[in-house]
């Protein structure tokens, strides 16, 4: 098998920005490794997942990816919500017939900082026609319990990976099933719009090309034009879409029923593909791999997940 060519890393590092994009909100997760030069990004990288490690360098090729945005824009029916930071990061396995498997981290590919919901409960339900909803609209008023804070979930793996789509533009790159939970002491613990059985399909697609940049480095991350490893760059894109569906609130409230009615009717849910769209700017990836994994085939997944480690201070 020829050794993996930089367009089909180009490739995978694209369509994997864009599912990181589209990751626009996330999940907090504990305290990560601090990882040597060129291997900082990757502080997730599943290295020891059993699908990354028994990948041999010939038929399959073990890659780490990492994607991040500094912040963009998702509106969801009626209601806009300004997004920060985000952080994707999973391994890619790359099959010989062009194919590729994703591969998530054990505590989740997603991380990001909530989003904050503009106006708060007052935003999202008031005014109401519901009495009850009205007399708890009144008692919102100059309340810290307003507060109201978005985080989006993944609800089932990526899908319908393409690369060639991740280095063209308006094509759907990775269909990526999410849910958002609505997080405030009066919604309960079990708000969230999509659910696992009906989530949000987000189909991201390039809307500007990214700038490419490469480096080379040993396997505990030091810098070296003659290293074993090497980094794909790709920053500066912006991505969108503008395809998907966004079903009802549900779960909200102690009387999930009322609380539901009214985030619904104030927020335009649920909300027809057409009516909705994320939009993530400065999108910055890169793509960590061996140079020549035949030459260790069939270790290439040990090899690679031992120069991880090597690279953890």
Known sequence: MPLLTTRTRI??????????????????????????GEWAPFTRCPVDAP????????????????????????KLGKTTVVTGRTNLQMGIVQNADGTSSVVAPPSGALVADSATVPGGLLGLMCPSSIPVITSLC????????NKITATMESVGSPYAFDQTA????????????????????LLGGK????????????????????????????????????????????????????SF?????????LNVG??????????GLPSAAGNNSLTLNDTRTHLAGLNAPGTVAPEAGRVLAENWHSAVG
């Open 258 to 267: 009322l609380i539901n009615a009214a985030v619904n009717a104030k927020t």
């Open 138 to 145: 009144e008692t919102l008023e100059g309340s810290t319990l």
């Open 11 to 36: 490739a995978t590092v694209s369509a994997l920005t864009a599912l990181g994009a589209f990751a626009s909100l996330g999940t907090a997760t504990a305290a990560e490794p601090v990882l040597n």
């Open 166 to 185: 991740g280095v063209l533009t308006d094509m759907p790159i990775v269909a990526l099933p999410v849910r958002i939970h609505l997080e405030n002491p």
């Open 191 to 242: 708000c969230y719009i999509g659910t696992a059985s009906h989530p949000i399909l987000l189909r991201p697609e390039n809307r500007t090309y990214p700038e490419f940049g490469m480096s080379f480095f040993r396997g505990d991350g030091t810098s070296d034009e003659s290293g074993e490893m090497s980094r794909i760059a790709l920053t500066g894109a912006t991505q969108n879409d503008s």
């Open 51 to 74: 699908a990354m490690l028994a990948a041999d360098g010939f038929d399959k090729t073990p890659q780490c990816v990492v994607s991040t945005s500094a912040g963009g824009s998702i």
């Open 245 to 253: 569906a966004v079903p009802g609130a549900t779960g909200c409230g």
